[in-house]
Nanobody, 122 residues
Framework: QIQLAESGGGLVQAGGSLRLSCAAS????????MGWFRQAPGKERDFVAR????????FYSDSMEGRFTISRDNAKKTVSLQMNSLKPEDTAVYYC???????????????WGQGTQVTVSS
């Protein structure tokens, strides 16, 4: 079992950048693929990005490709999401998640943080 805790959210102007971090506790981190999801009020929880256990395989939602970068540091048990060129439509609560499988659906993930708010103003 692991626990996840996101940080780094906040208010940013359109075109700006934020770096989200997710700290994990537990020994199994390096055996888990990690993902980022986001959810705006009244909307479904959407896939953002995922990264393999070793960090060698990354995949992004089309709307984030080229703007967002996912990375991980297994020694420090962290996963990050660098977000550049932010748009108002990126406003959402962002969640990190872990899975023993490989997928891009929220249901594929076994562990979740409580989320961090990202607000992008016009």
């Amino acid at each position: 079992q692991i626990q996840l805790a996101e940080s780094g959210g906040g208010l940013v102007q359109a075109g700006g950048s934020l770096r989200l971090s997710c700290a994990a506790s537990g020994r199994a981190f390096s055996n888990l693929a990690m993902g980022w999801f986001r959810q705006a009020p009244g909307k479904e929880r959407d896939f953002v990005a995922r990264i393999s256990r070793s960090g060698g395989d990354k995949f992004y939602s089309d709307s984030m490709e080229g703007r967002f970068t996912i990375s991980r540091d297994n020694a420090k048990k962290t996963v990050s999401l660098q977000m550049n060129s932010l748009k108002p439509e990126d406003t959402a609560v962002y969640y990190c998640a872990a899975t023993q499988r490989w997928g891009m659906e929220a249901n594929d993930y076994d562990y979740w943080g409580q989320g961090t708010q990202v607000t992008v103003s016009s």
